[in-house]
Nanobody, 120 residues
């Protein structure tokens, strides 16, 4: 299973970016897909997680600025980020709990990360 992220870049404060993550490989299902981020010198933190059924939980710092959505048919998850601020500068990682074989426990996979830089 591979997770490939795209959409990172450098923007100015107040602008928007949308990150994409697509899973490829052979598997039965993807119960959850999530976005994490890690700023320099800080621990990795959860941004948003979404289940295949549409259940969603966002970190408090999202504060309605970010919106996560999935395209289950494409095994993809997206993170729409609005009103970006310098504090959002991080490497953003896609994470997925993937069920390789039906009825078996899921396995955890990470993407390679995509850089987001927000300047004043």
């Amino acid at each position: 299973v591979q997770l490939v992220e795209s959409g990172g870049g450098s923007v100015q404060a107040g602008e928007s970016l949308t990150l994409s993550c697509a899973a490829s490989g052979r598997f039965a299902s993807i119960p959850t897909m999530a976005w994490y981020r890690q700023a320099p010198g800080k621990q990795r933190e959860l941004v948003s997680v979404m289940t295949s059924g549409g259940g969603n939980r966002d970190a408090d710092f999202v504060k309605g600025r970010f919106h996560t959505f999935r395209d289950n048919a494409k095994n993809a998850v997206f993170l729409e980020m609005n009103h970006l601020a310098p504090a959002d500068t991080s490497v953003y990682y896609c994470h997925a709990d993937v069920t390789i074989l039906s009825g078996r426990p899921s396995s955890s996979f990470w993407g390679q990360g995509t850089h987001v830089t927000v300047s004043l």
